[in-house]
């Protein structure tokens, strides 16, 4: 593999952002995630190369490390940092439709949620794995959800719970938009809700991890493809 993508997978993996980061110590004053994607840029590699070859794959390894146990969460945030300082320089390839992606995510935590650390984890992820994620923030209600699916068709959704109480609000909205638009999917995931409740309130998939959000996505825009 070319060399640049390789170091930008070790930076995207390990959470190095950028040359100033002292994070991690093994790495410090080496280029990061930010220079080495400007670099392979400069270098004529392609905007979705450096998706499918570097990010996408740190990113994988990354989630199964965390669904595993074997890091945790400030790690992960770290990786994904790194993500981010990548995808300042090829998501406007992305945005002016010069390079496809596998589809909309509209993310959100629940109405009277504030909590958003996990909700942003599962952000970018699902952006690491190619997609291009629409976040509404914390505190969206039903209605901010059907603006968005109204203005961006074909979207998947994902809601967020933290709180027991606003777990409430997540069946509400899976219902609303459920009656709305019978064919949307829509996945649910936050410490207090499970696989029961997922089913209970009519969801399609529940996800305990950023990971198994990655990978319920891949397989639907697989099974979008073969349809
Ligand atoms: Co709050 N809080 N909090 N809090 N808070 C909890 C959740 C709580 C368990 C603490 C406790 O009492 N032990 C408790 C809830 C109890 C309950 O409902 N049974 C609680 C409470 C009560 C409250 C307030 C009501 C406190 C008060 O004001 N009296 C208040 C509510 C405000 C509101 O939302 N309206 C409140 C406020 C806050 C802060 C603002 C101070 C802050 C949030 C800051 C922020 O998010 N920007 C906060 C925090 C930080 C926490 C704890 C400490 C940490 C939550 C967290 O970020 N975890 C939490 C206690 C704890 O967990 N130890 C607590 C890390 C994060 C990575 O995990 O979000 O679960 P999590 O996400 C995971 C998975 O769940 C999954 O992926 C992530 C990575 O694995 N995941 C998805 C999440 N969303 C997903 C979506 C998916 C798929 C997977 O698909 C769409």
């Known amino acids: 593999m070319n060399d640049i993508l390789q170091k930008l997978r070790q930076c995207v993996e ?3 952002i950028d040359k100033a980061c ?3 110590p093994n790495l410090k ?3 990061g995630a930010n220079e ?3 670099k392979a840029l400069e270098n004529g590699i392609k905007p979705t190369e450096i998706l499918e070859n570097a990010l996408i794959p740190a990113m994988t390894i990354v989630g199964n490390k965390f669904s595993r146990n074997e890091i945790f969460v400030p790690q992960m945030l770290m990786s994904a940092k790194a993500m981010h300082g990548a995808m ?3 998501r406007p390839y992305f945005q002016s439709g010069e ?3 596998k589809g909309k995510f509209i993310i959100g935590t629940v109405a009277g949620d504030l909590h958003d650390i996990g909700k942003n984890l599962v952000a970018m992820m699902v952006e690491g794995g190619g997609w291009e994620v629409i976040d509404l923030g914390v505190d969206a209600g039903t209605e901010k959800f059907i603006r968005a699916i109204d203005e961006n068709p074909g979207s998947i959704v994902g809601l967020s719970a933290l709180l027991t109480t606003t777990m409430e609000n997540m069946k509400k909205t899976v219902i609303d938009l459920k009656t709305n638009y019978p064919s949307l999917k829509i996945l649910v995931g936050g410490a207090p ?3 029961e409740y997922c089913e209970k309130i009519g969801a399609d998939f529940y996800s305990p991890d950023p990971q198994g959000a990655v990978n319920y996505l891949r397989n639907l825009a697989l099974h979008r493809l073969t349809l």
């Open 36 to 38: 080495l994607t400007k």
């Open 193 to 195: 809700v499970t696989q």
């Open 22 to 24: 002292p994070y991690p």
């Open 99 to 101: 390079t496809k992606r």
């Open 29 to 31: 004053d080496q280029d």
């Open 88 to 90: 300042v320089h090829i």
């Open 14 to 16: 390990f959470g190095k």
